[in-house]
C-alpha cells in the first residue's frame, strides 16, 4: 500500500498538496477567536460588521472610547498575515496589536477578515480587502450604515497597514486605488511590516494558492517599475527583519520604489537581530514598543 508520503506533489513552507488535489496546511491557526469588547484598561471599542454575505466577509471596528462627534479621526484598514492560508483578524494577536495602534494613534482602525486559501485560493485575499475598503469609504458623505464611520472617519486621512501577506495585500490596494482611485478620499500612506514579496523560495507557494497568476513576474507579488509608480498614495513606511527570509526583497521593494517614478515619500526600518514578525509575540517587548512607536508616529504626521 502506498504511503501518504508518496502522494505528496508539492511540500511548501505552510502547506502540503497530495496527488488528489487535497491540501493540509502545516500550522493551521489554533487560537481562539476572541469577541469584540469594551475595555476600560485600552481605552478602546471594538465590534464586528459584515461587509458582505457572499462571499463571506467581516471586519473588527475599533475606535477610541474617548472619540466624539466633534472630533473626525483618521482611518486604517488592516489586514493580518499568515501566508495567505492561516490567522484570523479576530485572534488575541491581531486583536491586540490593531487595539494598542488604535490606543497609542488616537485612529479608527478596520481591521479585515479576508478569505484563506485553500478554501478561498488568491485573489480572494484582494477582492475581500478591496470590498472592505468600499464598503468603509462608501460612508464618505456621513449617511453610511454604519454610524461609527459616519460619525468619527476623516475621509482625508486614511492610511492601509499590513504585515507579511498583509503587507502585500496593502501593497496591491494601493496600487488599485492610485488606478482605480477613490473619489473624495485621501489615501495618505501604506504601511508594511516585514510584507511577502516575490524573490523567494515562497513563490511557487503563491503561485500554487493563486491558480490564474501570471508566473513569476506577476506584478501582485513581484512588482514592476510602472506598478510601483501607480502608488495611490503620499507616503510609504516598510519595515524589514534582519534575520527574516523576506529581509532582501523587502529591502529591494524600498529601492525599486525609490527608481519607479511614483512622487511620494517612502522611509524603510531595518529590525536588526529580529525575525520575521517578531513584534506579534510580545507587544511590550522593547523592540516590538519601537516597531510600534514608529509606526504611531507615521499615523500622526502632518
Known sequence: MATRDAEIIHDFRFFRVYKDGSVVLSNPTTDKRIPPSDDPNSGVRSKDIVISSEPAVSARVFVPRSANLTQKLPLLLYMHGGGFCMQSAFTPRYHNYVETLVAEANIIAVSVEYGLFPDRPIPACYEDSWAALKYVVSHVNGDGPEPWFNDHVDFGRVFIGGDSAGGNIAHNLAVRVGTDGLPEVKLVGVIMVH???????????????????????????????????????????????EKDHLFLVGKRYYEELKKSGWGGNVEIVENLGEGHCFHLRDLKYEKAVDLIRKYVSFLKQE
Open 195 to 241: 510584507p511577502f514579496l516575490g524573490g523567494t523560495e515562497d513563490d511557487q507557494m503563491w503561485l500554487c494558492m493563486c491558480p490564474e497568476n501570471g508566473g513569476l513576474d506577476d506584478p501582485r507579488m513581484r512588482p514592476g517599475k510602472e506598478h510601483l509608480a501607480r502608488l495611490g498614495c503620499e507616503r510609504v513606511l516598510m519595515f524589514v527583519a
